[in-house]
């Protein structure tokens, strides 16, 4: 069946430093792919998504693009801020909506 | 009022209590959802609801009962629930259950089941 893996956390860096966390899915179709952001206290946010792939999605300075060739939909940000800490989810989309385990970001001015 | 809420925000009960999770969305969306967030664990979808219509029930013991009166509402009934259903309840709707569409979380309920 499908899934999808994330890296685990908590991940800790400095403010400007450069972010990737990883996020790989196995799918039976053409899923869709999604990161979502979960800040303290509330609920899921969709930060950016991609639905085929070589999609590039952006949002507030994240990147992450669909690779059908490596089954990847890292996300990337050139430079942290301290607002920036939260947990991500990456997510995949075919019949269902499948979720990885999050991975909490911290980042210390 | 706009967006996704839920009532109540925490919630604690005993295993023999009768208690219900409220869900309401304020964007006009046809699709509702619940999730169930625990540490650790991936994100699990439980119920899905479109157009009133229950179209998904990932394997929920009964437990747990869901109704959806009309397309803003969505609850969560619960009863004799057990220790390890512990966990944040999260509500979500959608413009229709289709995997393109973007899914608007509420806040959730943090629910403590002793």
């Known amino acids: 069946g499908n899934s999808v893996t994330q890296m685990e956390g908590p991940v800790t860096l400095s403010e400007e430093a450069f972010l990737t966390i990883n996020c790989t899915y196995t799918a039976t179709g053409y899923p869709s792919l999604f990161w979502y952001v979960q800040y303290p206290g509330e609920g899921l946010q969709l930060l950016l998504k991609a639905t085929k792939a070589d999609d590039k999605g952006s949002n507030k300075g994240f990147e992450a693009t669909y690779r059908k060739e490596t089954t990847s939909f890292h996300l990337e940000k050139g430079s942290v801020q301290v607002s920036d800490s939260a947990v991500y989810f990456c997510a995949l989309r075919d019949d269902k909506i499948i979720f990885g385990k999050g991975t909490r970001l911290h980042i210390l001015p | 009022e706009t967006g996704v809420t839920q009532t109540p925000r925490h919630l604690v009960m005993g295993m023999t209590n009768k208690k219900s999770l409220k869900c309401e969305q304020h964007l006009g969306h046809n699709a509702m959802y619940w999730y169930k967030q625990s540490a650790k664990k991936p994100l699990e979808l439980m119920f899905v609801?479109?157009?009133?219509?229950?179209?998904e029930n990932n394997s929920v013991p009964s437990r747990f009962s869901p109704e959806c009166p009309n397309s803003s509402h969505l609850f969560l009934h619960l009863h004799t629930l057990q220790p390890e259903d512990s966990a944040l309840y999260l509500c979500?709707?959608?413009?229709?259950?289709?995997?393109?569409?973007?899914?608007?979380f509420g806040p959730g309920t943090r629910l403590t089941v002793l």
């Open positions: 979500a709707s959608s413009r229709e259950r289709s995997s393109y569409n973007e899914q608007f």
């Open positions: 609801y479109n157009f009133k219509e229950q179209t």
